[in-house]
């Protein structure tokens, strides 16, 4: 497979490229030149723990004539706010952006969802980039428009839809990532697989542990090629998930729940929440006859040689658990009473469940932690 590679992503609301290569970052001014034409002056959001020199490394190749601004947003979900989306709003009037200037997000998810949902506000929406530099936003959050940021009420629950100019992935910024981010972002290449392709399902069984440990450069480009081609399929028949989208949840439900129920604390990030989400929905996908003991201990081994187990009782007491039921029934995902469980049907199936947290989740977890 030659790269880089170029996917388009298209929704009824417009089109756009994601650049996928290594060492590509020396793309962003071609192409900023060419998708943001009048820009004059360009943001870079960004956090400290992302090393400066991939921000410099574009800065040096901007037109001269373009102003360069950059602005760090504090690591960790917790910051995923109003109060950092300020800071950026506050700094775009200030520093008098205009709809033809641009913010660019230089960082994971974090980076991306607040950057993205400040600039599809300011002055209803000025240009926007997305550079991911992490493995998960690389596969997930950089792609397919959904912005936004956290309150105290829960996870998302404020935001846009809005899509970036281009994305350009360039997995030469990996390689400053902890181990523990890699195995974040691989949760969501896998839900890919668990929910729509079993054939690649059966590659990451054999390629999963050279993507984790970046041991094979080509197989982490396929990896994230495949994960954002699916994306892109999904948010091409339903941008704004009045249905098909809503399959990417996979695991979702109790893993946005316990990163509430932490209050986005370190002990327990995005993908690793997901991690344990996927596993919960694979067994009562299992346990309610959709899908088969074996393609369940499939999952299982392959949990199993990566490392992956973990399991919410290592999050939740018994006595936390009102708590816990009431962040579930706050989740955007879930209408007044009923909730949408993705389920899978087999590996590469997954279908939307309508059910109860009283019928399906509650007893699901109740009976977990009594197995503590
Ligand atoms: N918009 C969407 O469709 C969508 C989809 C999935 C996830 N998300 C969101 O994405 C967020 C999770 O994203 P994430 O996993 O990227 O987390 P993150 O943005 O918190 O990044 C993880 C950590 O890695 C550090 N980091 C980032 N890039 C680095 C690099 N190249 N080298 C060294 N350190 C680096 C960050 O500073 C942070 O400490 C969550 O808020 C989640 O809700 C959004």
Redesign the pocket.
């Known amino acids: 497979m030659n790269y880089p590679k170029k996917i388009n992503i298209r929704t009824e609301s417009g089109s756009y490229p994601i650049l996928i290569g290594n060492n590509i970052l020396k793309n962003f001014n071609k192409n900023y030149l060419r998708f943001c034409p009048k820009s004059k002056k360009i943001l870079f959001i960004t956090?400290t723990?992302?090393?400066n020199k991939y921000f410099y490394s574009i800065k040096k190749m901007l037109p001269k004539k373009n102003e360069c601004f950059i602005i760090n947003i504090p690591?960790?979900?917790k910051n995923?706010n109003l109060l950092e989306v300020n800071k950026i709003l506050n700094f775009l009037t200030i520093h008098n952006f205009d709809r033809n200037d641009t913010v660019a997000a230089l960082?994971?998810?974090?980076?991306?969802?607040a950057a993205g949902f400040a600039a599809s506000i300011f002055k209803r929406g000025i240009n926007f980039i997305q550079v991911p530099?992490?493995l998960?936003?690389q596969v997930?959050?950089s792609v397919?428009g959904?912005?936004?940021i956290n309150n105290t009420y829960g996870?998302?629950l404020i935001g846009t839809f809005y899509h970036p100019k281009f994305v350009l992935i360039d997995i030469a910024?990996?390689g400053?990532?902890?181990k523990r981010?890699m195995v974040?972002?691989f949760a969501?290449i896998l839900k890919y697989s668990l929910i729509m392709n079993k054939k690649f399902f059966l590659w990451l069984c054999k390629e999963g542990a050279n993507i984790i440990n970046r041991s094979s450069t080509l197989s982490i480009l396929k990896a994230i090629e495949i994960s954002c081609k699916s994306k892109s399929i999904i948010v091409g028949k339903d941008e704004k998930e009045k249905g098909l989208r809503a399959i990417l949840n996979f695991g979702h439900t109790l893993g946005h729940a316990l990163e509430s129920h932490l209050k986005y604390s370190n002990k327990l990030?995005?993908?690793e929440a997901v991690i344990i989400g996927m596993m919960a929905a694979s067994t009562i996908s299992h346990k309610k006859n959709f899908l088969k003991n074996q393609e369940l201990q499939a999952i299982k081994d392959l949990y199993q040689r990566l490392g992956l187990n973990d399991s919410f009782k290592r999050y939740i007491q018994n006595n936390q658990l009102n708590n816990f039921f009431k962040i579930m029934k706050k989740d955007k995902k879930n209408n007044s009473k009923n909730i949408n469980l993705i389920l899978l049907k087999r590996i590469g199936k997954a279908f939307i469940y309508k059910t109860t947290l009283e019928k399906t989740l509650m007893p699901f977890v109740k009976n977990e932690l009594k197995n503590a």
């Open positions: 956090n723990k992302i090393p690591s960790g979900e995923k960082g994971g998810g974090v980076v991306g969802d530099t992490t998960l936003s997930d959050s397919g959904k912005t936004g996870k998302n910024v990996l400053s990532l902890p981010e974040s972002g969501e990030n995005h993908g």
